[in-house]
């Protein structure tokens, strides 16, 4: 099944756009979740690295997607100038990193890199969290961001010169929000 997500306008570089593949697995406009459903979700999981070939997640296993998904919301909404994440929107991410192991790595040509221990998928989710801890020292992180579209919200990669971009795709996003500004400001007058 194709994915919305699978084509992103503005996709993130690197291994930072499987975290924004992952944010960008709820379509809250459509309230379509590609994770909603086990059998489902199985397919875009073990293409997306987040479970085994051949598994299929459970009921666990899909409630901490969801909540860990909308802690990544939450951060990237922070890099777009929103509000600094609650401890609530926290909880998930530090429970995932209190609770899922990693190691150190040494590859062949000498990088030393950690990697999740396990391969259940809270451990695969804490290798989406290594990713997000990569892409904060190398800066890339706070280009991740959150469209200013409330009921949209979905993330994209932030290319624009000054930084300043604010919604996930102008075409439909920037230009419906506009239009509605536009017939409000009719109205008033
Ligand atoms: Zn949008």
Redesign the pocket.
Request: net charge neutral.
């Given at each position: 099944m194709q994915w919305y997500g699978d084509v992103e306008a503005k996709p993130a570089p690197g291994p930072l756009r499987r975290v924004q593949a992952f944010i960008n697995t709820l379509d809250r406009e459509s309230g379509q979740d590609r994770l909603a459903d086990p059998a489902d979700a199985a397919e875009w999981l073990i293409a997306a690295g987040l479970l085994d070939d051949g598994a299929v997640p459970g009921r666990a296993d899909l409630a901490v997607l969801a909540e860990v998904r909308e802690s990544l919301r939450a951060l990237v909404i922070h890099n777009t100038g929103g509000p600094a994440p609650t401890a609530a929107q926290l909880d998930p991410l530090r429970r995932l990193a209190a609770g899922a192991p990693a190691r150190l790595v040494v590859g062949d040509a000498g990088a030393v890199e950690v990697a999740p221990v396990g391969s259940s998928v809270p451990d695969r989710l804490l290798g989406l969290l290594l990713i997000v801890a990569d892409a904060q020292r190398d800066g890339s992180w706070v280009h991740l961001k959150s469209?200013?579209?409330e009921d949209?919200?979905?993330a994209f990669y932030d290319r624009s010169r000054n930084h300043g971009g604010t919604?996930?795709?102008m075409a439909?996003?920037g230009n419906k929000l506009k239009n509605r500004e536009f017939r409000a400001r009719r109205r008033s007058r």
């Open positions: 469209c200013a579209n949209c919200r979905w919604w996930c795709d439909s996003c």
